[in-house]
Structure formats: structure tokens, C-alpha cells
Nanobody, 115 residues
Framework: QVQLKESGGGLVQAGGSLTLSCAAS????????MGWYRQAPGKQRELVAQ???????DYVDFVKGRFTISRDNAKNAVYLQMNSLKPEDTAVYYC?????????WGRGTQVTVFS
């Protein structure tokens, strides 16, 4: 079973940047489209960015132009570069498959944006 570990979150002022990392165990990771999800307090977890094995990306409208997802298949890693952060981006961020059967969720990484 693939295990996921997210890191890179923190406390940042609005307008700032953070880069999140997701390390995955297991080579099956390379066969899947991967995504970054987030869950804000009192809200459902939502997919905000995804990337195919070949590197094609897609984003929800409210992060387009600010977030960039990338992956390194050789390292079994996925990244999320977040720029121009807003207080509404505050959430716990998780990585997982972008479709199909999901892996077990990791613990996520907390991102807190203050104005």
C-alpha cells in the first residue's frame, strides 16, 4: 500500500508563498494522476490541482494563476507551489490520487494565511 506524507506547510502572510511536498512510498505512484486537496475548517475536502503521469495539469478556478503543481516520478514526489496566498487558502493540504481509487490519506500539512 502506498503511503503519503505531506510537508511544507506553515504560517504565512497574505501575498506570500509556500511550496508543499508530498513523498510517496511505492512505485505504483508513478502510474497515477496525482492531486492536491485541501480541507478548510467546517468544509469538505476538495481537489484543487491535479497532474497526470505525463505532466498535464489542471486547476480549480480559484487557484489558477497562483498555484503550480509538479511531480518528480523518479523521486515519487508531488509538489505544490503556492503564490499570492490569501486568507481563504487556509486549510490542511493533502495529496492523493486525482481520480479512481484513492490511497490512504496522509496526515496533511497545515497552511495558515493571515492578513
Amino acid at each position: 500500500q502506498v503511503q503519503l506524507k505531506e510537508s511544507g506547510g506553515g504560517l504565512v502572510q497574505a501575498g506570500g508563498s509556500l511550496t508543499l511536498s508530498c513523498a510517496a512510498s511505492g512505485s505504483i505512484f508513478n502510474l497515477n494522476s496525482m492531486g492536491w486537496y485541501r480541507q478548510a475548517p467546517g468544509k469538505q475536502r476538495e481537489l484543487v490541482a491535479q497532474i497526470t503521469r505525463g505532466g498535464n495539469t489542471d486547476y480549480v478556478d480559484f487557484v489558477k494563476g497562483r498555484f503550480t503543481i509538479s511531480r518528480d516520478n523518479a523521486k515519487n514526489a508531488v509538489y505544490l507551489q503556492m503564490n499570492s496566498l490569501k486568507p481563504e487558502d487556509t486549510a490542511v493540504y493533502y495529496c492523493n490520487c486525482a481520480s479512481g481509487v484513492l490511497f490512504d490519506w496522509g496526515r496533511g500539512t497545515q497552511v495558515t494565511v493571515f492578513s
